[in-house]
Every structure is written in C-alpha cells, then in structure tokens.
C-alpha cells in the first residue's frame, strides 16, 4: 500500500534507494527493535513541526493557511455559514474545536457529544456515525489513547476536539 501511495509522487527505484521502504517496515515493528509506533495525538500534530512542501499529513485546520481551507471546506460542500464559524475558529487557533465543528456539520450532528483528540478517533466517530463496521487494531486510536488519556484530560476541558479528517 504505502509503495503504492509514494510512487505516486516518485518512481519505484527512488522509493526504494531513499529509505521509505525501511522507514515504514520500521513503523510498523518489522525492523529495528521491532515494536509498533503509535500515531500522533491532536497536541503533538498541532504544536509539532508542520509538513514540509510535498508532504500530505498534518492538521487541515492548523497547517493550511485560510485561503486553501476555505477553498477546500467550499469543495466538500460545506455551508458558507459553517465556513465562516470554522475559518472563525482557526484564526483564534483553537484547531481541534474547528475540527469537532467541521465533524458536526459533516455528520450532521448538533453536538459531536465527544472531544477529539487523536485523528485515528474522528475515523472511529465518523465511521460510527455513518453505520460502518469499525475496525481497530495495534496501530489504533485506541492503543494509543492510553498513553495519552491522562496528558489529554488536563487539556480537555480548556480545548476540546480534534484533529484532521483524512483529507
């Protein structure tokens, strides 16, 4: 899968002579010590460093400057009005409120009745909310929640939600 992804934006030659064939075995506990690496949590993908040109991960609402998200919340269909409270939202930089707002509006929902914290979760919730059946495993949102239940509760209360869809 992730040759796949990667050979999209290089050849098969550069995927492999780079590094990135090592580098996502390892990420997944096939090499090197051998043990699993938890995704990112909201927190660490908001106050980390951001993608550099070319990269496809990070926060929409953090990492994207107000322009492009507007033009990709008008692409997804997203009422004006909810635009402006999101856009709203991101220039106050409470990134993981926007997100739980955008969750609402896309699952139609008045309260996500949920704080996001961890972009694995808003897969589960969404999953959740749309009927699918909802598959967890080793690299979950709910094997690293743990690890990051108590650093979150604290933050919880004063920023509440979460991180990036899957754009």
Same mark, same amino acid.
């Given at each position: 899968?992730?040759?796949?992804?990667?050979?999209?934006?290089?050849?098969?030659?550069?995927?492999?002579?780079?590094?990135?064939?090592?580098?996502?075995?390892?990420?997944?506990?096939?090499?090197?010590?051998?043990?699993?690496?938890?995704?990112?949590?909201?927190?660490?993908?908001?106050?980390?460093?951001?993608?550099?040109?070319?990269?496809?991960?990070?926060?929409?609402?953090?990492?994207?400057?107000?322009e492009n998200?507007?033009?990709?919340?008008?692409?997804?269909?997203?009422p004006k009005?909810?635009?402006?409270?999101?856009?709203?939202?991101?220039?106050?930089?409470?990134?993981?409120?926007?997100?739980?707002?955008?969750?609402?509006?896309?699952?139609?929902?008045?309260?996500?009745?949920?704080?996001?914290?961890?972009?694995?979760?808003?897969?589960?919730?969404?999953?959740?909310?749309?009927?699918?059946?909802?598959?967890?495993?080793?690299?979950?949102?709910? =094997?690293? %929640?743990? +690890? /990051? @239940? &108590? #650093?979150?509760?604290?933050?919880?209360?004063? =920023?509440? %939600?979460? +991180? /990036? @869809? &899957? #754009?």
């Open positions: 899968y992730f040759r796949q992804e990667f050979c999209r934006k290089m050849d098969s030659e550069t995927y492999g002579k780079s590094g990135h064939d090592y580098m996502v075995r390892h990420l997944f506990g096939k090499e090197g010590k051998r043990a699993d690496k938890s995704p990112y949590g909201c927190m660490k993908i908001i106050t980390g460093s951001g993608p550099s040109s070319g990269d496809c991960h990070g926060c929409p609402f953090k990492h994207m400057d107000a998200l507007e033009r990709k919340l008008i692409g997804w269909k997203i009005v909810q635009i402006r409270e999101i856009l709203g939202l991101v220039a106050g930089q409470h990134y993981q409120i926007a997100c739980s707002k955008y969750y609402e509006v896309t699952h139609n929902k008045s309260d996500a009745g949920f704080g996001l914290n961890h972009p694995n979760q808003y897969l589960l919730e969404s999953q959740k909310a749309m009927g699918n059946k909802v598959i967890t495993g080793k690299q979950g949102y709910q =094997s690293s %929640q743990s +690890s /990051q @239940s &108590s #650093s979150v509760q604290g933050s919880q209360s004063s =920023s509440v %939600q979460g +991180s /990036q @869809s &899957s #754009s």
